[in-house]
């Protein structure tokens, strides 16, 4: 891989101004997903355009051209899904210039409809497992941090919920450890959000603001994370496109039984990426009200509208 890799300093920024989060969501068609997961990655501003910059040179290093030629974006359920595992993991490791070439024969082959051969399924795959462990290593190297709230598949509101025009509990609790966050740096912090439908994205909208204006702690942070979060295209965006891959691996590989995190995982996701979840994930001891206690930028809240406790 060329990435120059380097170890993040502690809690993953440097210091400075101002950090985007980009966020994005999974398993919220309630479907197949053990959990429904919103979160996503912070970089400090600085970081933006050499992340971009070194994105791409990666893109191209595994596919050997950019994959929006080929009407394709780069999402965490097409990089590590179980068929393209299983390709990368059907022949012997390629040469990264026979990998390329054999992977644009792939992506032609898919605007053509043609069926592609064995070795480009193969060549793909690797790529495909290149790409998502490259991510990673470049989130690694920009000093991003991770953050994610997860709550059960399926969960719903009991009846007679009056309180619909407020954030749910779990999204509590991913806004305060990016608060956390932004504290110790004396930095301010900026939500990026993937678009999804505008009445789902204005009514997300009013929870947060009717938060950060009508409760005690809303209040408090909002002097560190701006109310207004900004709306962008994923397909455009790529830390938002980052932000897919790990909340992907969260919902399908990231485990802590003893915190109730304990739906079947997958074994190979959680082998191969779990390490690199951990490693990036806030993690810093607070102390509020008197009491110190360690916090963690993946939470786990088993009903997100019971009474609100510390996770």
């Given amino acids: 891989m060329w990435i120059s890799f380097g170890l993040a300093s502690e809690n993953g920024v440097k210091n400075g101004r101002d950090l985007l989060l980009f966020l994005d969501e999974s398993g919220h068609d309630h479907r197949q997903m053990p959990y429904e997961v919103r979160g996503g990655v912070a970089l400090h501003v600085s970081r933006i355009w050499p992340f971009e910059q070194q994105w791409v040179r990666l893109e191209e290093d595994c596919f050997g051209s950019p994959l929006h030629l080929y009407r394709k974006e780069i ?15 059907e022949g012997d490791m390629m040469e990264a210039q026979e990998r390329r070439k054999l992977c644009r024969s ?3 082959k898919g605007l053509e409809k043609a069926q592609p051969t064995f070795h480009e399924f193969v060549a793909y795959g690797q790529a495909c497992k290149e790409m998502a462990l490259g991510i990673l290593q470049l989130l690694m190297q920009h000093e991003a941090v991770l953050f994610a709230s997860m709550i059960p598949k399926g969960c719903k509101p009991p009846k007679n919920f009056h309180l619909t025009e407020y954030l749910r509990k779990d999204h509590v609790f991913l806004l305060e450890r990016f608060y956390y966050l932004l504290e110790q740096k004396g930095a301010h912090g900026i939500l990026v959000m993937d678009e999804v439908e505008k009445e789902t994205d204005r009514r997300f909208v009013r929870q947060l603001q009717a938060y950060f204006k009508r409760t005690n702690q809303g209040r408090l942070r909002s002097s560190k994370v701006v109310p207004t979060p900004f709306f962008v295209s994923s397909e455009m965006t790529h830390p938002v496109q980052a932000a897919d891959l790990c909340i992907y691996l969260i919902n399908l590989g990231f485990r802590i039984p003893a915190l109730g995190l304990d739906a079947p995982a997958n074994q190979t996701l959680a082998v191969e990426f779990g390490s690199w979840l951990h490693r ?32």
């Fill in 106 to 108: 792939f992506l032609t």
């Fill in 280 to 311: 990036m994930q806030f993690s810093s001891e607070i102390e509020k009200e008197g009491q110190k206690f360690n916090s963690f930028g993946i939470v786990y809240v088993p009903d997100p509208y019971s009474a609100r406790t510390n996770g």
């Fill in 75 to 89: 999402k965490g359920c097409k990089l590590v899904d179980k068929d393209r595992l299983r390709w990368s993991q």
